[in-house]
C-alpha cells in the first residue's frame, strides 16, 4: 500500500499536467507542477535521510557476574546538513538480559527482544542514550544487529539501513564466599598440598652469576656483562605456589535420557566458580575440569592450573558457558593421560551425584599423593561411600541462600535434554547480588 502511494504522485501530477496544458488551464497546470516537485523532493529526501546516520553501542564494561546490570551507551548521529524528520530505532537484545526501565517486544526470534524508540534528528545533531541490562541467566551474549528506519517528511517514501555491529555480553556465574557455604575461612581445604613446587619468580631478580651454556638469551643481564666484560647471567628468587584444580561433575540425574535439574546444575557451576576464584585471590595456581562441553559442542572444558592474571576470567568464562549436558565421564577427565593433573596438586570435586567410577578414581588419586576434597551439592544420599576422602555438604547453606535470592526450589521432574544455542545457557538463578 505504501509502495502505491508512494508512485500515485507520479500519475496524479502526470495527469494534472496533461490536463492543464490540454484545456490551457494555468492553475491545473501549476498544481500538476507543485504535486511532482514536491513528490520528487519528497523522494529525494527519503534517498538521503539516513546518509551519514551512525548508531553504535558503547559498552564500558561487557563481563558481568549474575545479578549485576550491565552499563551501555547508544549512539546517534546525523552527520549531514538535511534533518532526519522521524527515525525508528530497532535493535535486538537477549531476553535472558532485560532491558532495565525500557520497553521491548518480541523480535520473532529465538531468545531474542527487540528495543524500539522512534526519534528525530536536527542537521548536525548527535543523541546519547545511557541504558542497562539486568542479568538474569549465565551465558554468553550479543547484543544487535540493530535497524534503523527513516523517509520524508510526509511519510509517503521511506529507507531501511542495518547496522551489524554486534557487541558479546559474558555473564558469569554467581559466586559466594566460601564461609557463607559452611567452609573455614582460614583453610577450607586443610592443608593442600601441592606446595613443594618450586619456581624462579622471574620479576624477582636478586643477583647475578657467570653465564652457564645452556642460559637462554633473555636471562643475561647485558649491563652487568658489560661491567665486568663477561657474560652474566641473573639470578631470579625462588618462589613456591599451590596447585589446585577444581573438578565439577555436570550430571544431575543419574541417567543421561533423564535431561537435567536446572537448580543443581547452577548450583553446582555457582559452587566450582566460588571455589575457583577463592583459592586464586588466595595466590594459588588454579585449574579446572569438567565433563560438559560448550553449547553444540562435545569436547569437555579443561584448563589447566595457572595463576596468570587472566587465568580467573578464563575460568569464570568457561563455568558461564558450560552446557548441562555430559559430554564425558569425569573419571575418565580426571585420568586423562593426554593432559595429566599437577603432580601433588589438590582436588577438589564439585557433585551432585557420585557414582562408582568416579569414586574409585577419586580414590586411586588419593593414593598417587593427592590431597582429594569433595563438596557436595544435593541432599540425595550417595551408594557409594568414599572412604577417608574429607565429604563438605553444601546443600543445606545453598538452598538458604536461593531462598535468599528467590531460586526456586529443586525441580521434581526432570527437565528434558534438547540442545539450544550458543547464545546462552539457560539456568534457574535468578537476581540477587553477587560477591
Known sequence: ????????????????????????????????????????????????????????????????????????????????????????????????TPLVGGQTRRAGMPRLDAFTRQTSLRHHERLRWPMQLQTTVRGYFRLGPARLRSGDL???????????????????????????????????FGEQRGGNRIFEDPLRVIGVRDYTPGDPLKRVDWKATARTGRLQSRL?????????????????????????????????????????????????????????SFPDADRPLRLGANRRPEQLRHMLELLAMISPYTAAR??????????????????IVVATLMPHDLVATLLRLRGAGHAVHVVKTSGVAWAHPLGAIPVTDVSPRMQALEAELGVPVT????TPAGRGGAAGVLGAARGGTPR
Open 1 to 96: 500500500m505504501r509502495f502505491i502511494l508512494g508512485e500515485l504522485w507520479l500519475w496524479v501530477s502526470g495527469a494534472l499536467i496533461y490536463a492543464g496544458l490540454i484545456g490551457g488551464s494555468t492553475l491545473v497546470l501549476a498544481l500538476g507542477v507543485l504535486v511532482l516537485s514536491t513528490g520528487g523532493l519528497a523522494r529525494l529526501w527519503a534517498r538521503v535521510s539516513l546518509e551519514e546516520v551512525e548508531y553504535r553501542r558503547e559498552l564500558p564494561e561487557t563481563r558481568a557476574f549474575l545479578g549485576e546490570r550491565i552499563d551501555f551507551t547508544v549512539h546517534l548521529s546525523n552527520g549531514k546538513f538535511i534533518p532526519v524528520p522521524w527515525l525508528e530505532v530497532r535493535d535486538l537484545l537477549p531476553q535472558a
Open 154 to 188: 510526509f511519510g509517503f517514501f521511506e529507507r531501511t539501513r542495518d547496522f551489524e555491529q554486534q557487541d558479546a555480553v559474558v555473564v558469569y556465574p554467581r559466586t559466594f564466599a566460601l564461609p557463607d557455604l559452611g567452609f573455614d575461612s582460614a583453610r577450607p
Open 236 to 292: 631470579y628468587e625462588p618462589s613456591r605456589t599451590q596447585s589446585a584444580v577444581v573438578a565439577l561433575n555436570i550430571s544431575t540425574m543419574e541417567q543421561t535420557w533423564e535431561g537435567f535439574d536446572p537448580v543443581l546444575l547452577e548450583r553446582g557451576v555457582s559452587v566450582a566458580a566460588s571455589i575457583a576464584r577463592t583459592l586464586f585471590e588466595h595466590g594459588d595456581a588454579v585449574g579446572l575440569v569438567t565433563n560438559g
Open 330 to 347: 569425569l573419571s575418565d577427565e580426571l585420568e586423562s593421560r593426554d593432559d595429566p593433573l599437577p603432580a601433588g596438586a589438590t582436588i
Open 411 to 414: 525441580t521434581a521432574t526432570p
